[in-house]
T-cell receptor, first 115, second 114 residues
Framework: ETGVTQTPRHLVMGMTNKKSLKCEQH?????MYWYKQSAKKPLELMFV???????ENNSVPSRFSPECPNSSHLFLHLHTLQPEDSALYLC??????????????FGPGTRLTVL | AQSVSQHNHHVILSEAASLELGCNYS??????LFWYVQYPGQHLQLLLK??????LVKGIKGFEAEFIKSKFSFNLRKPSVQWSDTAEYFC????????????FGAGTQVVVTP
């Protein structure tokens, strides 16, 4: 399934690096999401964008900076990360983030390792 | 705070055995309920969902789930598993207080042995 794509699939970075994760959805959706999946912890919602506007920041540290230039693209800019930020970062999209029957579809994730 | 609990973290069973994974949530209002599956090396995929109506929901690959409102539960079942069902299974909930904000359980790792 290629509805939601993410690049890169794997990323290794040092704590002083700056990198960006990219997500693209080909489903015509209007809402996009970033999640963090760490070992032995539930998926954590990080950010929500509806029609390009950020509607949720789930107390995410400022070293993570999202950007949504249009409804099809979502970025997560990373700078001065910590080793505990190592995780699988998942992007998702849905038709309408506030809709009663909304369903989210996920990308394959970016496996991030911070050294 | 709302929460989603999956009772089993690891389940190991043989092919053709029946599978039932528990999911409970803590919220008294209207909810949407989902089960997602993550096969090894693959992305999260939607197995099934419940919004309203018939509390017994059928999904892909022979899975079904039953919403029992009085028990705040949405258990996943499959009568006869296959080796290809080896995966991690996640229950997720959206509430009327927070449409669009999926809350996930911790996941259940299921291993099916040949």
């Amino acid at each position: 399934e290629t509805g939601v794509t993410q690049t890169p699939r794997h990323l290794v970075m040092g704590m002083t690096n700056k990198k960006s994760l990219k997500c693209e959805q080909h489903l015509g959706h209007n809402a996009m999401y970033w999640y963090k999946q760490s070992a032995k912890k539930p998926l954590e919602l990080m950010f929500v964008y509806n029609f390009k506007e950020q509607t949720e920041n789930n107390s995410v540290p400022s070293r993570f900076s999202p950007e949504c230039p249009n409804s099809s693209h979502l970025f997560l800019h990373l700078h001065t990360l910590q080793p505990e930020d190592s995780a699988l970062y998942l992007c998702a999209s849905s038709q309408d983030g506030t809709g009663r029957t909304d369903t989210q579809y996920f990308g394959p994730g970016t496996r991030l390792t911070v050294l | 705070a709302q929460s989603v609990s999956q009772h089993n973290h690891h389940v190991i069973l043989s092919e053709a055995a029946s599978l039932e994974l528990g999911c409970n949530y803590s919220y008294g209002g209207t909810v949407n309920l989902f089960w997602y599956v993550q096969y090894p090396g693959q992305h999260l995929q939607l197995l099934l969902k419940y919004f309203s109506g018939d509390p017994l929901v059928k999904g892909i690959k022979g899975f079904e789930a039953e919403f029992i409102k009085s028990k705040f539960s949405f258990n996943l079942r499959k009568p006869s598993v296959q080796w290809s069902d080896t995966a991690e299974y996640f229950c997720a909930v959206v509430t009327t207080d927070s449409w669009g904000k999926l809350q996930f359980g911790a996941g259940t790792q299921v291993v099916v042995t040949p």
